[in-house]
C-alpha cells in the first residue's frame, strides 16, 4: 500500500473511536506509523476532523424543543383517546337524527289502515279490473262462496240494493282481513264488456280506522266514483258506483 | 404512564443529535423541528413494533432520513449546485486555520456536497456513528457508504481550506 492509497482510506479515520477496528483502517494504519510523512499527515488529518466534528456538535438546538415534542405527542393521545368516544357520540347522533327524520319524513304504519285509504284500495280495485270469483245472480251461491272463503257474508243489503241485479262477487284483502265484494249491473248500459257497475264492499269494521259509526250514510267521491259508506253491526259497507250522489241514494 | 417515562426519556435522549442531523440536513431550523417532531411521532405509533431496543438510535435517524427525503421528493425545490461554483463562493480558510472555522461556514460547505454525500458525511461527524450504522440508518451497503464518505470528506476538506487534493476514485456507487 503505497502513501496515497493510505491516505485515501485513512480520510474516514477517527481517532479514539472504533475505526480502527475496521480491517482496512488498520491495513493503513500500519504504515502511518512506520512512515513520518504519513504519519503527520494523519495527524493533522486527525486535528482536523476533529475540529470539524466538533463545529458541527456546536449546531444550537432550539430551546423549547424538547417540551414542545413531548407535550405535542402528550395531546396527541388525548385526542387518540378521545377518538372511539366521539365516534361513539357521532353515530349516536346520527341514528337519532335518522331517527327523526324517518319520524317525520315516513307515514307510520298505523295511518294505513284509515277509511280514506280503505276507500281509495277498494275503488281502485273496482276501476281497475278484477277477476270475479264467482259469476252468478244468486245471492244464496254468493253468501255461500263468500262464507266458505272466510270473508264477510252475513252482510245485510239496503231494502233498494236487493233489486239491483247481481252479476257475481269476489274475495279482497284489506289488513289482513278479507272484504267481500258483490258486483252488480244497474238498469242502465255499462261499458262495452264490462258486467258491473255498481260495487258493494263489505268488511269488518274495526280493522278500518275512523270508520263512520251510524247508519247514516257518508257520501264522497273518490277517484271517478261515488261512494257511500255507512256502519251496521260490526260491517262497514262501502258502495259505489259512476254516477252522482243522487244516483247512488236510489239504493240506499 | 410508563411509557409516557420511556417516550420521555427518549426523547432526552436523542432530540438533540437528531436536530443536529437534521439541521445538517435542511439549513433551517423549522424544517428540521419537524422532522424531529415527526420522527418521534412516528416512533409513538410504530415504535412498539421494534423488538430490538438497541437499535432505536439508529430506527429514529433511519426514520427522520426518510421523512426528509419524502418531504425533498415532494417539495423538489432544492436546486442542485455545482461544486466547482459552489467552491468559490465559500470562504476559503487555510489549513492552518481550520480550528478557526465556526458551525457556520462548515454547515455551508456541507451544504455545497453532493446531495448522496451530506447525510452520510453529517453522520460521520455529528455522531461518531460507525460505517455499519450509518449504512443501517440510510439503508445503503456499508461498501457504498464508506465510498460515499471518501469522496465526500475530501470535497469538504476541499471545500473548507482550498486544498486541491486529489479527488479519491469512486468506489461501490
Known amino acids: 500500500m503505497n502513501c496515497d492509497e ?3 482510506i485513512l480520510l474516514l479515520y477517527r481517532h479514539d473511536t472504533a475505526d480502527a477496528d475496521d480491517p482496512q483502517i488498520a491495513e493503513a494504519l500500519a504504515p502511518a506509523k512506520r512512515d513520518p510523512e504519513l504519519g503527520e499527515w494523519l495527524e493533522a488529518h486527525c486535528a482536523r476532523q476533529f475540529v470539524i466534528g466538533k463545529k458541527l456538535r456546536q449546531i444550537a438546538v432550539p430551546a423549547g424543543l424538547k417540551e414542545q415534542i ?9 385526542m387518540n383517546s378521545w377518538r372511539p368516544k366521539f365516534a361513539l357520540l357521532t353515530a349516536v347522533a346520527v341514528i337519532l337524527l335518522l331517527g327523526t327524520l324517518a319520524f317525520f319524513l315516513f307515514p307510520k304504519p298505523g295511518s294505513e289502515d284509515t277509511l280514506m285509504v280503505y276507500q281509495q284500495q277498494m275503488v281502485g280495485v273496482a276501476l281497475r279490473g278484477y277477476a270475479m270469483d264467482l259469476t252468478t245472480n244468486d245471492p244464496g251461491q254468493i253468501r255461500a262462496y263468500l262464507a266458505q272463503n272466510h270473508a264477510p257474508s252475513d252482510f245485510v243489503l239496503p231494502e233498494a240494493l236487493k233489486q239491483a241485479a247481481l252479476t257475481g262477487c269476489a274475495v279482497e284483502g284489506w289488513q289482513n282481513t278479507r272484504v267481500s265484494m258483490i258486483c252488480f249491473r244497474t238498469a242502465k248500459s255499462v261499458a262495452a264488456g264490462g258486467q258491473s257497475d255498481l260495487w ?3 268488511v269488518d ?11 247514516l250514510p257518508q257520501f264522497s267521491k273518490v277517484n271517478v266514483l261515488i261512494t257511500a259508506t255507512w256502519t251496521q253491526g260490526d260491517k262497514l259497507y262501502l258502495l259505489g258506483t259512476e254516477d252522482d250522489e243522487q244516483a247512488i241514494k236510489q239504493y240506499l | 404512564m410508563a411509557d409516557r417515562v420511556n417516550f420521555e426519556n427518549l426523547v432526552a435522549s436523542y432530540y438533540g443529535p437528531l436536530y443536529q442531523f437534521a439541521f445538517s440536513l435542511t439549513r433551517d431550523e423549522a424544517d428540521s423541528c419537524d422532522l424531529v417532531q415527526q420522527a418521534f411521532c412516528i416512533w ?6 421494534l423488538r430490538d431496543t438497541t437499535k432505536v438510535k439508529t430506527w429514529l435517524f433511519t426514520t427522520l432520513h426518510r421523512e426528509f427525503l419524502s418531504a425533498r421528493r415532494k417539495e423538489a425545490r432544492f436546486p442542485q449546485i455545482d461544486l466547482e461554483y459552489a467552491a468559490a463562493e465559500l470562504p476559503v480558510v487555510p489549513p492552518a486555520t481550520v480550528n478557526q472555522l465556526d458551525a ?3 454547515l455551508a460547505a456541507l451544504a455545497q456536497l453532493d446531495e448522496i454525500f451530506q447525510a452520510p458525511v453529517a453522520l460521520f461527524y455529528l455522531q461518531d456513528c460507525s460505517y455499519k450504522e450509518i449504512a443501517d440508518i440510510l439503508e445503503v451497503p456499508l461498501g457504498t457508504v464508506k465510498s460515499r464518505l471518501t469522496r465526500g470528506i475530501a470535497r469538504l476538506h476541499q471545500l473548507l481550506t482550498g486544498e ?6 469512486p468506489n461501490n456507487l
Open chain 1, 6 to 8: 493510505a491516505k485515501n
Open chain 1, 70 to 78: 413531548i407535550s405535542e405527542q402528550a395531546a396527541q393521545e388525548r
Open chain 1, 200 to 202: 258493494l264492499f263489505v
Open chain 1, 205 to 215: 269494521r274495526s280493522s278500518v280506522k275512523g270508520a263512520p259509526i251510524g247508519a
Open chain 2, 44 to 49: 409513538a405509533g410504530k415504535g412498539h413494533q
Open chain 2, 104 to 106: 457556520a461556514q462548515v
Open chain 2, 164 to 169: 486541491k487534493n486529489k479527488m479519491p476514485k
